[in-house]
């Protein structure tokens, strides 16, 4: 489902809290990646917590997958690096 980047969906990001978002995200004020893509920081990737993200179950984002595409998916999380949720980079 595509999350509609909206400032009420940024206020739900958790983003903030995730050991990811570095010093330039803060700078830059940004979050909900799932819908706006990338940053444009350079990131180093440690965690990921979007899939505990009111928006992950708000907009399904992977509660209706299945075992293996939700291994896939957390694989393949981390919206900051590799843009929005639905999208292949
Ligand atoms: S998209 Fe995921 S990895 Fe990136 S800052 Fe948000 S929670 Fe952390
Ligand atoms: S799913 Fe991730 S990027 Fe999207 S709003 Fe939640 S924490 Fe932010």
């Given at each position: 489902?595509?999350?509609p980047d909206t400032k009420e969906n940024h ?21 909900l990646?799932?819908a ?54």
């Amino acid at each position: 489902m595509i999350v509609p980047d909206t400032k009420e969906n940024h206020d739900k990001c958790i983003c903030n809290d995730c050991s990811t978002y570095n010093q330039c995200m803060v700078d830059n004020q940004e979050g909900l990646f799932c819908a706006r893509g990338n940053t444009l920081c350079e990131i180093e990737e440690d965690e990921c917590l979007c899939v505990q993200c009111p928006i992950d179950k708000e907009y399904k984002l992977t509660v209706r997958l299945d075992l293996m595409e939700k291994m896939i998916l957390k694989m393949n999380q981390f919206y900051c690096g590799k843009g929005p949720a639905g999208s292949k980079k």
